[in-house]
């Protein structure tokens, strides 16, 4: 289930940001013009903001694809968010005092000696066990 979620993820993500840098392109404003293209074409002298200014939309999705991309779209926008804001919420890292000059240290507690291993006695032979040579 963890890699089914993982795929899904990935798949979202990527349609999310794909239709983000799509969306200017290929949704219209009420002119007609691509979204956004209004924006940009008032003083226009540059060759590749003419494409855009004078394109009757030249990349054209269903509404269908719109609303899945703009749902993907949503998600990326929720996640960054969230991870900014779960970020923001952890804080500086909490800096230990150094002990004052009166206190002594204190020595830990002794650890456990790690359990012996047991020898094993070493091959006599290489390949399968029990054949005689």
């Avoid at 903001?49 to 949503?74: I, Q, T, V, W, Y």
């Avoid at 804080?91 to 650890?111: E, F, H, T, W, Y």
């Amino acid at each position: 289930m963890n890699r089914i979620k993982d795929y899904g993820s990935f798949a979202a993500w990527f349609a999310g940001l794909g239709y983000i840098v799509l969306w200017p392109v290929t949704a219209a404003d009420f002119g007609g013009k691509p979204f956004g293209a209004s924006m940009f074409c008032r003083d226009s002298s540059l060759a590749l903001l003419d494409l855009l200014c004078n394109s009757e939309r030249l990349l054209k999705m269903p509404s269908g694809l719109h609303a899945l991309g703009f749902m993907s779209a949503a998600f990326v926008t929720t996640r960054l968010l969230w991870s900014g804001i779960q970020r923001s919420r952890r804080g500086a890292p909490v800096k230990l005092a150094p002990p004052l000059a009166g206190q002594m240290d204190v020595p830990p507690p002794p650890r456990r000696p790690p359990p012996l291993r047991h020898t094993v006695k070493p091959r006599t032979h290489f390949g399968l066990r029990g054949v005689q040579h």
